[in-house]
């Protein structure tokens, strides 16, 4: 079974700051990775699909690059609405289907 | 506006049968661009997939759910449903369910109802 770890688990930023997370598969997975945000009790949403590649609609503040086993997703300047906790995923559209979250992990307000 | 609805008992016995449903607005789940997916959150925790159908009614679960699970179309009403058998303490959590978009072998989780909470306890 393919594991995905993320890292950090959780950190503290500011409004301005640049944000990068990484998320890493325990074996290769292609570009086979989305990330999502998730808000408290919110439902989560959508971000970056295929590793690298934004959502409609969704800002371009937010970015995702990787390949293979090491992925990573950046803010590029912190809104107050990006405190959240975002999780990668990866699919598997290979019978039988798959999907794997990672651990997630959370953006707090330094 | 496409919109998704769990909605099935918030309190399952040990040992029964939690079900839920998913009403589906906005669109035929019978259309052959999706999949629709059943994840769920157990509370302070992280996302776990829990399984997808297909319009024609294929299937594919989470191994660790596979004995436990499983998930049905029901088209004339446009819902999807989930059942999970022998449910523990283990298997409470927010439900939430999910439209699964397919665009050349890309697989997203574009569309989320707003979860349901499912508390197992006597």
């Known amino acids: 079974d393919i594991q995905m770890t993320q890292s950090p688990s959780s950190l503290s930023a500011s409004v301005g700051d640049r944000v990068t997370i990484t998320c890493q598969a325990s074996?290769?997975?292609?570009?086979?990775l989305n990330w999502y945000q998730q808000k408290p009790g919110k439902a989560p949403k959508l971000l970056i699909f295929?590793?690298?590649n934004l959502e409609t609609g969704v800002p371009s503040r937010f970015s995702g690059s990787g390949s293979g086993t090491d992925f990573t997703f950046t803010i590029s300047s912190l809104q107050p609405e990006d405190f959240a906790t975002y999780y990668c995923?990866?699919?598997?559209?290979?019978?039988?289907?798959?999907?794997?979250f990672g651990p997630g992990t959370k953006v707090d307000i330094k | 506006q496409l919109q998704l609805q769990e909605s099935g008992p918030g309190l399952v016995k040990p040992s029964e049968t939690l079900s839920l449903t998913c009403t589906v607005s906005?669109?035929?789940?019978?259309?052959?661009?999706?999949?629709w997916g059943w994840i769920r959150q157990p509370p302070g925790k992280g996302l776990e997939w829990i399984g997808n159908?297909?319009?024609?009614?294929?299937?594919y679960y989470n191994p660790s759910l596979k004995s436990r699970v499983t998930i049905s179309l029901d088209t004339s009403k446009n819902q999807v449903s989930l059942k999970l058998s022998s449910v523990t303490a283990a298997d409470t959590a927010v439900y939430y369910c999910?439209?699964?978009?397919?665009?050349?072998?890309?697989?997203?989780?574009?569309?989320w109802g707003q979860g349901t909470l499912v508390t197992v306890s006597s």
């Open positions: 295929d590793a690298s």
């Open positions: 159908i297909y319009y024609t009614g294929s299937t």
């Open positions: 995923q990866h699919y598997d559209n290979l019978p039988p289907m798959l999907f794997t």
């Open positions: 999910a439209r699964t978009l397919v665009v050349a072998d890309i697989f997203t989780f574009d569309y």
């Open positions: 906005g669109d035929s789940i019978s259309s052959s661009h999706y999949y």
């Open positions: 074996q290769d997975i292609s570009n086979y």
